[in-house]
Every structure is written in C-alpha cells, then in structure tokens.
C-alpha cells in the first residue's frame, strides 16, 4: 500500500520515539483545511459548565452551535436536568446586521421566568464576537433585574483552541465561587474539580472519599449545583483531574483563598489508588483516614483482579492506538492497557503542553508515535502502518477505527458506562476485550490490504 503523505506544516505536530531528538510543538490553532479533530473555544467551555444541572445554560449564537453541543456530555443528573434543555438565541441575518443584545435579553427575560434557575450561563459564539454584541451588560442588567448570577461566558470559537474555552468556563466559575456560606464546612473536605459525572463515575469517587472520612463539598462540574459551588472556597483541598479544563480554576482559588490542589486521575488502577492515597497523605494529622483508604484499595483490587488476569490472556501482545481530549488520560489509558498485556503504538492528545508530551516520550516504548492535535488522515495512516488492533477515543474517531477494521472503545465524554475507579477498570477491560476479539474482524479485510 502506497505510502499516505502527511502535511509539511504539520511535521512538528508528530514525533516517532526514537528516530530523532524528541521535539513536539504544541498549543497551536489547528492547521486550516486539515479537519482537526479538536473542538472550538466555545465548545471547551460547554464540556466544563454543561454539567451544572440547576443552572439555565444559553448559547448566544446561531441554532448549530447549540445543536452540536447538545448533551455534549452526557452527564447524569442525581436531580434537576435543566442542562440538558439547548436554549439557543438563534441568530439570524437580521440579527448580525442589526444586532442580538434585544433578543438576547428576551430569551433571558422568558427563560429565567420560566424555569427559575439557580444562576444563568451565556455563551459567546463566532458571530457575537464579529457583530460586537455587549453581552456582559446584558448580563449584568438581567441579573439585577432577577436577583440571581447571569454568567457571560466569553467563548467566542474563533479566539483560540479547546483549551482556550476552559480558561472562559473557569472565569464564569470564579465569580460564583466564594459567594457561599461556609459555616457548616469540616477542616478535612475537599472539592472535587474536572470530573464530569458521564457515567456516574462522580458519584462513585465520592463514595470512595466519603469513605475514608474525609466530606466533598462540591463536584466541578459533574452532577453540579450552583449552591455547591458558592461554598466551594471553604475546602481545605481541590483534587483536580485532567491536565487541561479545571485547572486554571484551581490556580484562582489558590491564588485567592489559599487553596492547595493536588492532580489526580481517576482510571486504572494504579492511579485510582493513588489519587485516595494522595488525598490520604494530605491530610497525614488523621492517621485513620489512611487505614481505612488501605483497606478500600485492598478491597476493591482484590474484587477486581481474577476477571482482569483472565481478560489478560485473550489480549497480550495485541496493538493499542489512543487519541483523546486531555493528555493526563492518556498517561492512565497506556499504564491500564499495560495491565491487559497490550502495546501502545500511537498516542495523541489534542490539548496536551510540553509537560505533557515529555511525559508521554517517557511513558512509551521506541517507534510510538506521538501526535499533538492530529487530523483523520495522520490517525489513519498510523494505525495502518502500526496494525493497531484497538482505536481508543471519542466519537468522532469511532468511524476511523471501523473503516480500518478494528475494534474501538469509546472513552470521551458521549459515553454512557462509567470507566472510573476500580469498578470502571473492570468494565473498560471487559469492553476492550468485546471489541478486540469479537470475531466480525475476520470479515474485514487485512489491514495491510486496507486502501
């Protein structure tokens, strides 16, 4: 099979371990005509903020921005569900020629009467950012005039990366933290930041840390509440996940309440224990916390492993291509796959920073390619050339694993089955397990005859 050419501006974006010096380029706005697979700046804001479930969430912009976002992730509600109604001003012709700021009022207006929010979110798309719209004064104005927080999220998609789009969500986020009360809130608490509830996988880490004593405040943004959120400076400890989206939140509270964070990640077993342990050691003056943490880790692998060894011998040897959001999951998914017996032989990230990616150069074996913020052709080139016999990413990578003959597991955030914690490491081995060895692959041609 012919060879696929990769395009020459994207040359500093791919790195193969081990040919050369390890030098990846990262952060920049996706190349044009190379259909990334990475989301806007709008759309990294509605990943964060959607989750809140007391919260009305409006999209200033035309129908198909609110239209691709809708239940973008999935997240479960243990209550309300007002996120997942898409409100949307709908911009028209009219409205860029003349202006939205009058139909943007209205909608606020007829939605805060409607459905009584707890606060309002607003977000700026492509066309509010040209037309010039003064969304913040809308907000404010309608927020005097109902007596809750009316939040603009200044998300404009054309303004950055997905990355881009954290860093507005956060800033709306700010500004209702710390307008709670914190009467009630023990010295050992935590808030648990950049876990969104897709699966139910919040409710299960709250267990594991209520377990060990220690109260969670509030969850960013996963099964969220407004009320939760006001109080959440009154934490002794944020316990961030993801490399990317709530960071720049942690960064503020520690800056303005003094708030330690520590990085965690919730899948694989190795990290699901250290992420209670880490949380453990933070608090080393409770010394019974950290006996009962050993005893739920102990538990709960001991439950777990005899599937897992058993799943093992079906998948040694075979080949794992990755591609995913943060790069802090890709670090889980390589060391939960070396727990299956498989080889990673293609990874990629599409808001991963250098940091990042060092990590990954040291996390894999010689000829892994490496990809910052790749396109469809470079993913399907590579898992050719590799016989990947496993593609790990979201939905938009899914078509790409079954057109290439192989088995996929979606592991974004359109899922519907929890992947975290010891439980959701047993799952994510039996779905990579269906996948790989399901036996419609031998009605797929050979990968080496694929094109």
């Given at each position: 099979m012919p060879s696929i050419p990769i395009l020459e501006e994207r040359q500093a974006q791919i790195h193969r371990k081990g040919s050369a010096p390890f030098e990846m380029t990262c952060g920049k706005h996706s190349l044009a005509g190379s259909v990334s697979q990475r989301a806007c700046v709008f759309c990294g804001s509605r990943v964060v903020l959607y989750p809140i479930a007391d919260a009305l969430h409006l999209i200033h912009g035309p129908i198909g921005c609110a239209a691709y976002t809708w239940d973008i992730r999935g997240a479960l509600s243990s209550g309300p569900e007002l996120h997942r109604m898409s409100f949307s001003t709908d911009l028209r012709e009219k409205d860029v020629i003349?202006?939205?700021?009058?139909?943007?009022?209205?909608?606020?207006?007829?939605?805060?009467?409607?459905?009584?929010?707890?606060?309002?979110?607003v977000y700026s798309t492509c066309i509010v950012g040209i037309i010039g719209d003064d969304v913040a004064a809308v907000c404010r104005k309608a927020e005097k005039e109902k007596g809750i927080p009316v939040l603009p999220v200044h998300s404009e998609g054309f303004k950055g990366t997905k990355k881009d789009g954290y860093k507005a969500a956060c800033d709306?986020?700010?500004?209702?933290?710390?307008?709670?009360?914190?009467?009630?809130i023990t010295p050992v608490s935590i808030n648990i930041l950049g876990?969104?509830?897709?699966?139910?996988?919040?409710?299960?880490?709250?267990?594991?840390?209520?377990?060990?004593?220690?109260?969670?405040?509030?969850?960013?943004?996963?099964?969220?509440?407004?009320?939760?959120?006001?109080?959440?400076?009154?934490?002794?400890?944020?316990?961030?996940?993801?490399?990317?989206a709530l960071t720049f939140l942690a960064d503020m509270m520690q800056e303005t309440y003094g708030i330690p964070y520590i990085r965690a990640s919730y899948f694989g077993i190795d990290d699901?224990?250290?992420?209670?342990?880490?949380?453990?050691?933070?608090?080393?003056t409770h010394p019974a916390i950290m006996a009962r943490t050993r005893e739920i880790v102990r538990r709960e692998v001991e439950t777990i492993m005899p599937e897992i060894n058993r799943i093992r011998r079906d998948l040694a040897g075979k080949r794992a291509a990755i591609y995913v959001g943060g790069a802090f999951k890709a670090f889980s998914l390589i060391k939960a796959l070396r727990y299956l017996g498989m080889t990673v032989v293609l990874v990629g990230s599409q808001t991963g920073n250098d940091s990042d990616y060092a990590t990954l150069r040291d996390m894999c074996d010689d000829g892994t390619?490496?990809?910052?913020?790749?396109?469809p052709l470079e993913l399907s080139k590579y898992i050719i050339e590799k016989q990947a016999d496993l593609f790990i990413g979201g939905v938009k990578e899914r078509p790409i694993a079954f057109k290439m003959g192989i088995g996929f597991c979606d592991h974004n955030h359109e899922r519907k089955i929890p992947l975290?914690?010891?439980?959701?490491?047993?799952?994510?081995?039996?779905?990579?397990?269906?996948?790989?060895?399901?036996?419609?692959?031998?009605?797929?041609?050979?990968?080496a005859a694929v094109g």
């Open positions: 003349f202006g939205g700021e009058k139909k943007l009022a209205a909608a606020l207006d007829e939605l805060i009467d409607q459905y009584q929010p707890k606060a309002a979110f709306a986020l700010f500004k209702l933290v710390g307008t709670g009360s914190t009467a009630d876990e969104f509830n897709i699966g139910g996988e919040a409710w299960l880490i709250k267990k594991y840390y209520e377990e060990m004593g220690i109260p969670v405040v509030s969850i960013m943004t996963g099964d969220g509440r407004v009320d939760q959120i006001r109080r959440s400076h009154g934490a002794a400890l944020n316990v961030v996940q993801c490399s990317g699901m224990a250290k992420a209670l342990y880490d949380v453990a050691d933070h608090f080393e390619i490496i990809l910052d913020d790749a396109n975290a914690g010891f439980a959701g490491m047993l799952q994510f081995a039996r779905e990579v397990h269906t996948s790989v060895t399901s036996p419609v692959w031998q009605f797929v041609p050979t990968r």
